[in-house]
């Protein structure tokens, strides 16, 4: 029954005046139109002034019809008036909600709204940070374009450009640099950008080792041997402990010092002869740890450097690897090298 003819009459306003329709009711009425297509109710709630931005069960109906990815039911709720800005549990507002679950035309549409492009999280979360780990180009130039902070960090020290780098996002990394991004801008424990093309991503446990992104940051600047703040380790210890070759191959073509240490004294041999639980629940492959082993020795990587504990690679190794493991082998086989080269040299002195 079409209602608009009563409404656009002066009863219509005494109707609406009466604002009788609660939050429960509409997220009912929302309910049903999103499972099963039954629209009257919910038109009818709307122009009667039901409480569109309310809280219930953690969501005001604009953060529910988002979730349940209901194009119309967004469109429907904008049109009547609900807040753009209301957040739900844990900080995130409809623009935020819409990037995070990859809804592109939800989230230039709630832009074109005027909604807020730089509203955060709970945790520093912006729409921004997450159409840059999406890779969303189009998306990222939009809210540049509506005023989007290049430059603003998460609680944790994230900005864009960690997010783009961290989702393996070329284009966007590119794109974000060329605007202004600082490509030796820290992170979190001062993590420079190239760190986060080896570290392996929490979702899922996924590992990473891109190097076309790595050459890009390269490419504008990025230096090769930063050093994180609580651990000191660099990109390189973090590609060969992670098993990351291509991006190793980037960094040692870099300049890469195969031979700093960090805080505790290991170079990079010594991280890629580590092995723990985490690992194997990465799916590091122990035979690219090795392939990374020989590109560090071939690159005048000590093999009898020790670290704070008077341990080499070798003695990690032993600590860490089976005896049959091809990468220990490798490393006791370079040591006795080293050891028999060694006498000859003092003798011939």
């Known amino acids: 029954m079409d209602l608009a003819p009563l409404f656009s009459r002066p009863v ?41 931005d309310r809280v219930v069960g953690g969501q005001t109906a604009l953060l529910k019809a988002i979730d349940a990815r209901h194009v119309e039911a967004v469109q429907l709720l904008v049109e009547a008036g609900a807040d753009l800005e209301v957040k739900m549990c844990g900080g995130e507002t409809p623009l935020v909600l819409a990037c995070r679950t990859l809804q592109p035309s939800v989230t230039e549409y709630l832009l074109s709204k005027g909604a807020d492009s730089n509203a955060e999280t709970d945790e520093g979360w912006r729409a921004l940070h997450r159409a840059a780990f999406s890779g969303w180009v189009g998306l990222v130039k939009c809210l540049l374009l509506k005023g989007a902070d290049l430059h ?3 609680f944790y020290g994230d900005t864009a450009l960690h ?51 790595a050459e890009l940051l390269l490419s504008w600047g990025a230096d090769a041997n930063t050093r994180e703040s609580e651990r000191g380790r660099s990109a390189l210890h973090e590609a060969a402990c992670w ?21 505790c004294g290991c170079t990079a041999l010594h991280y890629g002869a580590f092995r723990v639980d985490l690992m194997d629940e990465c799916g590091v492959d ?27 690679a070798y003695q990690v190794a032993e600590t860490h690897l089976h005896a049959d493991s ?18 000859s040299l003092s003798e011939s002195i």
């Open 286 to 312: 122990m035979g690219k740890k090795l392939e990374i082993a020989k590109m560090l020795v071939k690159r005048g990587s000590d093999v009898n450097l020790e670290d704070s504990l008077g341990m080499t």
């Open 326 to 343: 091809p990468l220990r082998i490798f490393l006791a086989a370079e040591l006795k090298q080293q050891e028999a080269v060694s006498p």
């Open 163 to 213: 997010r783009s780098v961290f989702g393996g996002q070329r284009e966007v990394t590119e794109l974000m640099l060329q605007r202004g991004a600082r490509v030796n801008e820290p992170g979190e424990n001062n993590t420079t950008l190239l760190f986060y093309t080896v570290l392996p991503r929490a979702e899922g446990r996924e590992l990473t080792d891109n190097r076309e992104v």
């Open 12 to 52: 219509g306003r005494v109707v609406r005046s009466f604002r009788a329709a609660t939050a429960e009711s509409l997220r009912t009425a929302l309910d049903a139109f999103i499972e099963r297509g039954e629209r009257a109710d919910l038109c009818l709630l709307l122009f009667v002034g039901a409480d569109l």
């Open 243 to 263: 098993g990351s070759v291509e991006v190793t191959k980037a960094l040692l073509n870099a300049g890469a010092d195969v031979e700093a240490k960090s805080k």
């Open 152 to 154: 603003a960090k998460s």
